[in-house]
Each structure stands twice: as structure tokens, then as C-alpha cells.
């Protein structure tokens, strides 16, 4: 069974940073892409950023580049979301998610961990 479990988040004035986690569990992380979604409140779930299983291909949404960073461990079966320049429109809970070749495993969202950005 795919555990996912996201943690890191909090609140954070704008401008600031913070580092999400997400250890994974129940499959070969090494073999899967790995991508960070978030939800804002009343708003639909929508795709950060992913990275490939040897870290070595990785994209953004546009709203993100060059304020967030996504990185890995495989060791540790971790991937990691670096965030800086936080903005309040960052505001939402955070969640990662497996892909395996062209396939997100949407039947696998763990728990995420909620963002706030105050103004």
C-alpha cells in the first residue's frame, strides 16, 4: 500500500521560506517520478512540481519558478519542496504524489500538510 505522508508546512509571513517533506512508503520510490500538487482553499487541486527518479529532470508550474525547489533522497525515500518568496496565493495544503511512467497515481494522496502565507 503507497503511504504518503507531507510535513513541513505552517505559517510563514510573505517573503519568507519553508522546506516541505514528504517520506513515502509501500512502493520502490526509486523507480517513480515524484511531484508535489496543492489545494488552496476552494479551489481544485493543481500540480507544483516534479521530478524525475534520478533527480536529474525536473519542471515547474509558472507561478513557482525560481522561488521553489524540489529535490529528493532516495536513501531515505524523501522529496523535498524548498519554497522561498512565499506569496499569500501560495497559500494551501501540499501534497506529493508517485508517477510512474506517464501515470500520476491519483488513488494515492496521503495526508498533506497545510501552508498558510500571511500578508
Known amino acids: 500500500e503507497v503511504q504518503l505522508q507531507a510535513s513541513g508546512g505552517g505559517l510563514v509571513q510573505t517573503g519568507g521560506s519553508l522546506r516541505l517533506s514528504c517520506a513515502a512508503s509501500?512502493?520502490?520510490?526509486?523507480?517513480?517520478?515524484m511531484g508535489w500538487f496543492r489545494q488552496a482553499p476552494g479551489k481544485e487541486r493543481e500540480f507544483v512540481a516534479r521530478i524525475s527518479r534520478t533527480g536529474n529532470n525536473i519542471g515547474y508550474t509558472d507561478s513557482v519558478k525560481g522561488r521553489f525547489t524540489i529535490s529528493r533522497d532516495n536513501a531515505k525515500s524523501t522529496v523535498y519542496l524548498q519554497m522561498s518568496s512565499l506569496k499569500p496565493e501560495d497559500t494551501a495544503v501540499y501534497y506529493c504524489l508517485p508517477k510512474y511512467g506517464s501515470a500520476w497515481l491519483y488513488d494515492s494522496w496521503g495526508q498533506g500538510t497545510l501552508v498558510t502565507v500571511s500578508s
Open positions: 509501500g512502493f520502490n520510490f526509486r523507480l517513480y517520478d
